[in-house]
DNA sequence: TATTGTTATACTCTATAACTATA
DNA sequence: TATAGTTATAGAGTATAACAATA
């Protein structure tokens, strides 16, 4: 195979790999918001606020949450206005700084995210259950590869991707 | 290692696994949408609807549109009057039965389709640029096996799962 | 000036359900 | 009755930008 027709295989192979990264996320993510809607009548953003603050139980900041679920800043306010209107979450003022706050699960909160909790990891390992311990840290492992690289993808323009040598 | 640990363990390592998947998703994803808004002004369903008919030269009806995409029909019917209006994509009758419609590229659409697969095909190539050919297969090959154990996901009730011998 | 967080708003994406026309 | 497709609507999810308070 001459090196045009390897990079249009390698192409090729990549744009398949990603389709199926695809599919599988969406088939395992619909399940999971259709899950906790009708099981818990919640949404997979609150769930992931409160799985954040659940593994930091000193509490996180706004922009800390923020950086973590991977959304603007606007839209962690709003799911944390839910949360303290249910009770489930509280904001704490922080010492030395009055602009920002310490969010924290309350004990009702961390009584409700068990629950759900153990639900999901039902779901999740429903999922991935076929797979051995092997290939589910092989998977880990090249998606680790993956993390890093798309972290990095730089946007092509259009017109210099086509003008590029 | 015990049984009891074991099980603690996999599942854990399940839970990690979907982690990562969702992170790499929906860092590939959000790149794709951005550049395919910036650079072409369209978006990922857009794009999607594009891509399957450009693997079904003779067309594709809605109903069959809905299925490839993973969306309702509802969906597919604005999508593709959008697509129609900007003369990228065209309805056509189908012999002996007149409820339904093959859509098809028009000569426009598959112009402007292999603008963006291009440009597609490149960020993809970047975001998963790192993993040799043999990875990839490696990848490939065990998410097919997530992709099948998860389109079968029953979603167990959340009393029941609680109650189970 | 920069940062933390909030508010207001708009848009994409999707599902549901009622509907029309045809089979 | 069932199927193909459309319409209307509601809600989740997100980003952007202007804003207030504080650093």
Redesign the pocket.
């Known amino acids: 195979m001459d090196i045009e027709a390897r990079a249009h295989a390698d192409h090729a192979a990549a744009l398949r790999l990603w389709l199926r990264l695809l599919t599988c996320t969406?088939l395992v993510e619909?399940a999971v918001?259709?899950a906790?809607?009708e099981q818990f009548d919640?949404?997979?953003?609150?769930f992931?606020l409160m799985a954040q603050l659940e593994r930091a139980p000193q509490g996180l900041?706004?922009?800390?949450?923020?950086r973590r679920?991977?959304?603007?800043?606007?839209?962690?306010?709003?799911?944390?206005?839910q949360l303290v209107a249910e009770d489930l979450v509280e904001?704490h003022s922080?010492e030395?700084?009055?602009?920002?706050?310490?969010?924290r699960l309350t004990a009702a909160g961390r009584a409700s995210f068990a629950d759900m909790a153990q639900a999901h990891e039902g779901w999740i390992v429903q999922a991935f259950g076929d797979l051995s311990a092997k290939d589910m840290a092989t998977l880990h492992k090249l998606l680790g590869r993956v993390k890093e690289t798309a972290s990095t993808i730089e946007l092509t323009e259009a017109a210099s991707a086509l003008q590029a040598p």
Chains 1, 2 share one sequence.
């Open positions: 969406q619909r918001r259709t906790l809607r919640t949404t997979l953003p609150r992931d900041k706004m922009n800390e949450l923020s679920m991977m959304v603007t800043g606007g839209n962690v306010t709003g799911i944390t206005d904001r922080v030395g700084d009055r602009r920002a706050f310490l969010v």
